[in-house]
């Protein structure tokens, strides 16, 4: 499931200031799990670290610990790149660069709704983030009525 789609911002932004102008950190500072524990996102080295947002260790000398960690979650952060290419799957014609006029066509909602029912196909269907995490979407009802699970 897509939960944060963000944009448009210019291809030659950084992802960082992509991270702010997004309002993501806020909305999660402000929420936290049962436990009382902050959600925290696997992010791109580029966004630092945060209360929120764990990055990949860096250096030249990392410990064997740091290497495990980092191989493990370099093998999930493909997954986000999943999502991107099941919109493109989908409605393939929300693929900029082939199809749209950015100042002629509202190019941003375009590809906002087509993330929506890209979502709304994966609690119908499933897709391979699901399966490859093996943990089910919500049902399409649930989804679409913003309720909580």
Not at 28 to 48: C, Q, R, T, W
Not at 61 to 70: H, R
Not at 101 to 127: D, E, F, M, W
Not at 133 to 138: D, I, M, Q, S, V
Request: glycine share 8%; aromatic share 12%; net charge positive.
């Amino acid at each position: 499931m897509i939960a944060h789609l963000f944009g448009p911002i210019e291809g030659r932004r950084h992802d960082a200031f992509m991270l702010g102008e997004s309002g993501l950190l806020p909305k999660l500072y402000h929420i936290a799990k049962p436990n009382g524990e902050p959600y925290v996102l696997y992010g791109d080295p580029a966004y630092g670290l945060s209360r929120n947002i764990l990055a990949p260790f860096r250096g030249a000398i990392l410990t064997a610990e740091e290497k495990i960690f980092n191989r493990a979650m370099s093998k999930v952060r493909v997954s986000v790149e999943w999502g991107f290419g099941k919109i493109l799957q989908n409605f393939a014609f929300v693929d900029f660069k082939k199809n749209l006029k950015i100042l002629l066509q509202p190019v941003a909602k375009y590809y906002l709704v087509a993330g929506i029912l890209t979502n709304c196909h994966t609690c119908l269907y499933g897709s391979v983030v699901s399966a490859f995490f093996e943990l089910g979407p919500p049902q399409l009802e649930v989804y679409l009525s913003n309720e909580q699970r």
